[in-house]
């Protein structure tokens, strides 16, 4: 089962995407860990990313398709598509994993097209693209009201995740954050940047018929019980 998540800042993709990995046995695929991890060990597409980000440009939608294509190579082979037909090896060993989640990538058009090729290149099929969907109103006031320990990493909200004492986090002590991309007019700007730049997107899976539109309202495990619902309607 190959999977591609979508959703704007504060709709709790990185939840969903975690309860996915784990339910699912899913390999996740994330172009920032994948820069970062391509940076950390000097490989050649991290050194050619490096070059563009040292200059502050754009890295090119090649390098990160060839950072996806490393990670989808080696188990191309091993990954059974459930919607993918042209398959007719039934012996496809997929006992490390079933399949693999796309989360951040693609955010255009030409991205997406690109990344249709490498599927295509490597025989392999997207089941599904899930689009969590929230009220703008509902966003914002997630987003705006997230403290977060910058050192340990510790996310709170002044709302619907206090810590005990106001302003420390529970479990390491350090002081609480309010970063400024979390804030409100940057938050508003974030959102509509991302609408802007995703809409089309979300209009070229629907004409694929592979688009879920999911409500991403209300607790995390009710979220996850629809996206098992969806996916039950394609699994096999």
């Known amino acids: 089962m190959n999977l591609l998540l979508f959703g704007a800042p504060g709709t709790g993709k990185g939840t969903q995407s975690s309860y996915l990995i784990s339910y699912y046995k899913l390999i996740h695929i ?32 090649s390098i990160v398709i060839a950072l996806i294509e490393e990670v989808l190579s080696p188990i191309s082979g091993r990954i059974k598509s459930f919607g993918d037909s042209r398959s007719t090896d039934k012996s496809v060993d997929i006992k490390s994993h079933k399949g693999f989640i796309l989360d951040g990538f693609p955010r255009t058009l030409a991205q997406a097209e690109s990344l249709d090729s490498l599927l295509d290149k490597l025989k392999l099929i997207l089941d599904a693209v899930l689009y969590l969907k929230v009220l703008k109103s509902v966003l914002v006031e997630r987003i705006v009201g997230r403290r977060v320990a910058e050192k340990s990493g510790y996310v709170y909200h002044v709302k619907f995740k206090p810590p005990r004492q106001e302003g420390i986090c529970d479990k390491s002590g350090e002081p609480l954050i309010h970063r400024n991309d979390d804030k409100e007019e940057i938050v508003k700007q974030r959102l509509k940047a991302y609408w802007k730049q995703t809409t089309p997107l979300i209009e070229y899976y629907r004409k694929k018929d592979i688009l879920f539109e999911l409500d991403g309202c209300g607790s995390p495990e009710e979220v996850f019980s629809r996206i098992k619902t969806v996916i039950s309607t394609f699994d096999c």
């Open 30 to 61: 994330s172009t920032g860990d994948l820069f970062r991890k391509a940076l950390r060990e000097n490989t050649e597409l991290g050194l050619q990313a490096r070059s563009y980000m040292d200059r502050g440009d754009l890295v090119p939608d």
